[in-house]
């Protein structure tokens, strides 16, 4: 007879389970969820932020555009199109995924910075696209319209410029639409537990082992037949996929977006979430985005009662971003849970004998 | 059908437009040279890609308008505060190399980025607070703002708008040519400019001749950072200097050190002045909402085509025939 052993995951997945749904319990106004329900939302971006950074070694500073393509390809839809937000949710992860790859299909076969640099270049034309945007329909379009008798503003969607989209609909299963704060505290929730079980079970997967052994050493993965750029790519398109999830989720949830939501300061927000919550952890990933929205929501305070500390947020932010990468470049929960292993490993057995740290270096040569 | 005569009218009609752009698009790309220039000197001695290059432009502007015209500054003479404002640049920059050495040591790439990243964002947002929000006009080098210059009436009709030369603009093409004459002296000539060289060859190398690899590090970023000031501080009077114009000029130089191969020092030169030129033209002709997307545009289509940069392609073209 076998018994029944729980995996790591499902254990970590039902705690998870238990706290979103008690947490509200303990919320004395439903205003404070509202923070709680970005954590969900930036929490989904992280997952897929982290295994590319942490799984594929490359960092993406352009995964604002990303979010940002979720959320307007949702708002325009809906708006604009009538869509329903089911189906253009869906829709708006496509649409990242295919750009992710046209994206990153040249620079991901190349050494570790051209992929930062692409999605550098790539955010900034998103936003200043966003923010540019002609409100009038240029002349071809609008001929366009007139030759399939449809209105204009059908051919030429508009994104509002810098005053961006409002009145976007929520998302709602039938007659039960997701209005109240504590529905929408669920709902988000609900995906980001989906989006952490989905990268869990990747990672523990052949295609996770894949890209253990991509992140160890390329060299040997190549040599033992891992297809480098391939599983990178795949990696790359994956978390460009999720940040349009929380993109769309974003925009049904505020019901509204502009372009500043979306800048280069945000893409760096999200490095840091990544960098807090450890590379290559996926259950750091819910860690990092409440730190970083719990703190902004404190500075922001802050702010408010002092204005000249209103840009303190940045300041915070890049220096954990630069302590943590110097002194821990793992990341605060990996070093953490390191550093609790072993001082738990060293009370219950002697230290193991291990090669010399520089014979191994010399074997690897 | 036109006759061939007045389609040539028409073409040296524009002449003037054409110059003042390619005028004032020179001026700028020597701006976006002189960052990309910032760019390789960092690049090439450490492999290290300073996305806090921009923030360098920044120090140079602000600091030099502090020191020469703010309301509470020290009003010194342009000619103190110009090299003040270098070595305060200089000062961050090595700042920022001491930083980088542990983890220059091991460090992924990825590591290294996000250092260089989070650098960027301090230091703009430091500068967000020590000078505020707004933008601020800085005074001029010279006192003479520029020259109007009447092209020939045989050549552009009668009626012709003249093409104006501005002083900044020139003051800002004299120092990119006097930094990149400058740098080729220095690294092809001086011992200094050879070890940085070496290090960048071959770190272990380097060492075991007896360069201190340490001090070639802090050095190239200070290089680096006084060359971004000076950038800085030519390009202040033009555009006026504000806590963030260092993000975008820094993404621009970027996209001409990417363009011009990435740690290639005349490519990058090259192509800070092809894109400052491009980027004005494509903003009269083609639209100037989109001004600022051009370079990007064009670093991606680099990176697709040749991601070693527009002239290594040249060079494998030739290699090949």
């Not at chain 2, 894109?275 to 991606?300: C, R, V």
Request: net charge positive; charged share 10%.
């Amino acid at each position: 007879m076998t018994r029944f052993r729980p995996s790591l995951t499902m254990i970590s997945a039902v705690v998870g389970i238990l706290l979103v749904t008690i947490v509200p319990c303990f919320v004395k106004n439903s205003y404070a969820l509202v923070p709680l329900t970005f954590i969900a939302i930036f929490t989904i971006v992280v997952i897929g932020l982290n295994l590319l950074m942490g799984y594929a070694g490359q960092v993406s500073l352009g995964h604002a555009a990303f979010f940002a393509i979720g959320a307007y390809t949702s708002g325009i839809l809906t708006t604009q199109y009538g869509f329903s937000p089911w189906l253009a949710m869906p829709a708006g992860m496509v649409l990242a995924g295919l750009v992710a790859f046209l994206v990153g299909m040249p620079c991901l076969r190349l050494h570790g910075h051209y992929l930062a640099m692409a999605t550098l270049g790539f955010g900034m034309i998103i936003y200043i696209l966003l923010m540019q945007w002609p409100d009038f329909t240029p002349m071809p379009f609008e001929r366009l319209g007139a030759l399939l008798h449809i209105p204009a503003s059908l051919v030429w969607p508009t994104t509002g410029g810098a005053s961006g989209l409002v009145d976007i609909p929520e998302l709602a299963v039938g007659p039960f639409v997701f209005h109240e704060n504590i529905q929408k505290f669920y709902l988000t929730w609900a995906f980001a537990i989906l989006a952490l079980l989905l990268c869990a079970n990747i990672v523990n997967s052949r295609v996770g082992r894949a890209l253990r052994a991509v992140h160890g050493s390329e060299a040997a993965a190549a040599t033992l037949g891992v297809n480098i750029a391939a599983y990178k790519i795949q990696v790359f398109v994956l978390s460009a996929v999720l940040a349009a999830l929380a993109g769309s989720l974003y925009a049904h949830v505020v019901n509204f977006v502009s372009p500043p939501t979306f800048n280069f300061i945000r893409s760096v927000d999200f490095v840091v979430m990544v960098v807090i919550g450890g590379m290559a952890s996926i259950w750091g990933a819910v860690l990092g985005a409440g730190t970083i929205v719990l703190l902004g929501n404190w500075l922001q305070d802050v702010g408010a009662k002092y204005p000249r500390f209103a840009e303190f947020d940045l300041i915070i932010h890049s220096a954990i971003l630069i302590l943590v990468m110097i002194f821990m470049p793992a990341g605060i929960v990996c070093t953490v849970r390191d550093a609790v292993l072993r001082w738990l490993r060293g009370r219950t057995a002697a230290p193991t004998q291990t090669a010399p740290a520089h014979v191994e270096e010399v074997a690897t040569k | 059908m036109t006759e061939p005569v007045y389609a040539r009218k028409r073409i040296m009609g524009n002449l003037p437009d054409i110059l003042q752009l390619l005028f004032t698009g020179l001026a700028v790309g020597s701006i976006y040279a002189i960052i990309a220039v910032g760019f390789t000197v960092i690049f090439s001695s450490t492999q290290v890609v300073n996305f806090a290059q921009g923030e360098f432009v920044m120090i140079g502007a602000l600091v030099s308008y502090w020191l020469v015209g703010a309301e509470h500054g020290p009003h010194l003479p342009l000619l103190l505060a110009l090299p003040l404002a270098v070595l305060t640049a200089m000062f961050v920059g090595s700042a920022l190399g001491w930083v980088l050495m542990r983890p220059l040591k091991d460090a992924s790439v990825t590591t290294l980025i996000i250092i260089t990243v989070g650098a960027s964002m301090l230091m703009h947002g430091i500068a967000s607070m020590l000078w505020g929000k707004d933008p601020v006009s800085v005074t001029a080098f010279s006192k003479t703002s520029g020259y109007s210059l009447y092209l020939p009436a045989a050549l552009t009709g009668p009626d012709a708008y003249p093409v104006y030369i501005g002083t900044q603009e020139l003051w800002v093409m004299g120092l990119a040519a006097l930094i990149v004459l400058l740098l080729t002296f220095f690294f092809n000539k001086t011992m200094v400019g050879k070890a940085m060289r070496a290090v960048s060859v071959n770190r272990h190398g380097a060492r075991l001749i007896g360069i201190n690899v340490s001090r070639m590090v802090v050095g190239a970023f200070a290089l680096s950072a006084a060359i971004g000031a000076i950038a800085g501080a030519a390009i202040a009077p033009i555009s006026m200097a504000s806590y963030g114009m260092g993000t975008m000029l820094g993404l621009k130089g970027f996209a001409a050190a990417i363009v011009g191969g990435l740690g290639n020092f005349p490519g990058s030169v090259i192509a800070g002045l092809l894109l400052g030129i491009m980027e004005n033209f494509s903003a009269t002709y083609i639209s100037s909402q989109y001004k600022d997307a051009f370079a990007f545009i064009i670093l991606l289509v680099v990176l697709v085509i040749s991601p070693n940069g527009i002239v290594a392609l040249f060079r494998r073209r030739r290699a090949r025939a």
